[in-house]
């Protein structure tokens, strides 16, 4: 079995793809996370493993917008915390550090700790990346913002740990494959509709799940990109679509909305 | 009367201060939004003009965000179409340019024209920031994706015009004071809430709008960054917060939601 995610190795995608599968599993690096999707699409890979949000910084977009071009389904969801390390050469010092490399996301996590350390920021594609390129160009007077994982599996020296804002940081990630999971009883779904542009049609939409009392645990507008100012919301509830509320709920929908795309339904995480 | 704007000199956010106050106004360029908010806050600028969506990416994440630690009000809102430029040094020719320096939302909004061209991106603080370094390291070699003005402004050439993958590409901005505004019978109103974490809590708020008609014309949820996977929703709708509907859904939600912060009242931007 081979899972693909997004980053070199020792990405936080990677531990994601552990924690779920096992360690025994077979990974994929992608690039991107368009080259996620495809490997899962193409049937390179059998599974897939993306980020779709981050306790403080809000949603993955690229994400969000990959499911519409792309007819893939959610089957399982995983948490991990994410903890920093300031991460450079072995014979580097802090003091000799004037850059700091990491994807932007990753830099704006740890604001506070690189705002008092003052030196220059420069955004990347992936965090693990980073500690790559400072490895194989053996910069000596640069560092980077990623895992414990990536200095460990680069044989990098950690010149800081937990240097995020926030400990309480976590990324959820979205399994995706052909197929969404079975009912477990402690399921969760997810959706993408759209709303007509009408007084109250966001509303009429969100009804249906409040008067089966289904708790909502996500919503999040997108721009469709086909019309300025009109949004894709993508929804997130407690309940399997197999589960009656939850199908009448869904069918409902699918009456009042413009368009209503199943993401899928899939056992929730262990809540963080 | 100075209006502050996030930013180099030939900015899109400088283009739209242009255009909602007109050419004679002084601006204050700021090299990141807290700076544009904080200028605002101390007095130093009368406004500010910061992004806060556009019509192809979405949200901008940091703006909304420092509503919550910042106490200024929406005072209007102008949307201007975005036209990126390839832009590079007069003596530099597109066979020559290896690398293509830029926002990572302008580099996102070209994707298909920079993928095409196969060069090296390399992501920036700012689009017309990085036209002046171009300029002011003297790179032959390198291009920049910003407006038609900041080409102008640094007597830079264009190598392309209209690079972004859809025609159809609006920011929309905010202006910041320490005022909303009057009534004009034709005004939005902003606001920021947060729901309880119970089924139904997001329906129940929405509802106080939908029943008096109020057509919302957008919701946005950003993490709270108090506790991982709980929210803040911002709201706009049609009306003015001193119209009696609009003052009964404001009084209405402020006893239901845990919450409730209202940015402003203003006068609709120009449907695009």
Redesign the interface.
Known sequence: MKVAFQGERGAYSESAVYTFFGASVEVKPCRDLSEVFDSVDKQDSQYGVVPI??????SV?QTYDLFLTHDLKVCGEVIIRISHCLIANPSTSLDAVKAVYSH?QALAQCRNFLERLGRELI?TYDTAGSVKMLKEKGLKDAAAVASEKAAEIYGMKILAREIQD?T?N?TRFFVLSHEDSPMTGKDKTSIIFSASH???S???A??E??QR???????????T?Q???E?NFYLDFEGHRGEAHCAEALKALEKSALFVKILGSYPKAAQ?
């Open positions: 949000e981050n306790s403080l910084e809000g977009n932007p955004p926030n309480e976590y009408t007084p109250g966001l509303y009429t969100l009804f799940f409040a009392k289904i708790n909502l645990t996500r919503i999040e507008s997108r721009p990109k019309k300025p100012w949004y963080r």
